[in-house]
């Protein structure tokens, strides 16, 4: 076994997996699974800089992670950064703070390459499966952006677009600092247009309607799968590999988007991070399913993270 630490440190979150992986089977075994909402990107759309007190926030959760992977002595560590800071002009300093506590340099890795991770990590459990039928298309709706990867036992297209549900929120529903309570009718229009325009991006070079599967990754298609099943708290082991139909999703996308912040936050399996970001992310999902004509989303719990996890084992034989 090689026991290896992977960190994702997206727009929103960050999270850490420390696990060992089986060199001869690629099996991969949680020893620490943990996610913490940072809100990287926070302004990053409008300022084009990471701001002071999200950059300590992020740095106050890599001391924690700094601390379990010690504890659980892993071998090798791998840090990788997408979206927010990708577009910050200030990224040198973030990189210094994560080296300073981590002693690993993140990677700042580029769309493409953040899809070959998703794709990996979502589907090598799938692969095989005599339910599901190929080409997968997975779609990994992040903070900032959305990836959208096609293949069946290996990557054949993939596309990085910048709508994510912070991205969506911030450019259309933050006014003077205050969140729309609810959204108007325009300010929903304005997002999906935005939404309908990545796909149109998205479709140049992914083919998107020939996928037979489509597998949803990340917080706002978990959220998601969380409130289809009325679950009392997040439970990980009901959401993976879920199934939520379009009808359901749309549903969903409807009740978050006409609801108050008090009303959303009364939902029990809803992380209070996602409070304000989770109808914009419903939206991204509800496009693309209506998009493709994708009957049902297969929901998944293993994306981007383990795919860092089964690459820094690689590295290490």
Do not use: W
Not at 77 to 100: I, K, L, M, P, Y
Not at 253 to 262: I, K, Y
Not at 300 to 307: Q, R
Request: with cysteine; net charge negative; charged share 30%.
């Amino acid at each position: 076994m090689t026991r290896v630490a992977a960190i994702d440190c997206g727009t929103n979150s960050i999270r850490l997996l420390v696990a060992d992986v089986n060199p001869d089977t690629g099996e991969l075994t949680d020893l620490d699974r943990r996610m913490t909402i940072v809100r990287l990107g926070q302004g990053v759309d409008r300022t084009g800089r990471l701001a002071p007190e999200a950059l300590e926030r992020t740095f106050a959760a890599c001391r924690e992670y700094a601390e379990a992977i010690k504890e659980h002595g892993a071998e090798r560590v791998r840090f990788v950064a997408t979206s927010a800071s990708r577009d910050a002009e200030n990224r040198d300093e973030f990189v210094r703070g994560v080296v300073d506590i981590l002693g690993v340099e993140p990677e700042v890795i580029t769309g493409d390459q953040e899809a070959e991770f998703s794709f990996t990590g979502a589907t090598k459990e799938l692969a095989g499966r005599a339910d599901l039928d190929t080409p997968f298309l997975v779609v990994d709706i992040g903070g900032g952006s959305t990836e959208f990867v096609v293949g069946e036992d290996h990557v054949r297209a993939a596309r990085s677009v910048d709508v994510g549900c912070v991205r969506m929120t911030e450019r259309h529903l933050v006014h003077g600092g205050v969140v729309s309570d609810p959204p108007t009718e325009e300010e929903i229009a304005a997002i999906r247009a935005d939404v309908e325009t990545a796909l149109d991006l998205a479709e140049q070079t992914v083919p998107l309607r020939e996928a037979r599967t489509l597998v949803g990754l990340a917080g706002s298609v978990t959220s998601v799968s969380a409130i289809a099943q009325e679950l009392p708290e997040y439970d990980s082991a009901r959401i993976h590999h879920s199934r939520v139909s379009c009808d359901r999703v749309r549903e969903i996308t409807d009740r978050l988007l006409h609801s108050t912040h008090a009303e959303r936050a009364a939902i029990p399996s809803l992380h209070p991070g996602r409070v304000d970001v989770i109808g914009a992310g419903a939206l991204v999902l509800l496009a693309i399913m209506e998009r493709i004509g994708a009957q049902e989303v297969v929901v998944s719990e293993h994306d981007i993270l383990d795919g860092i996890a089964h690459s820094c084992a690689a590295e290490a034989r």
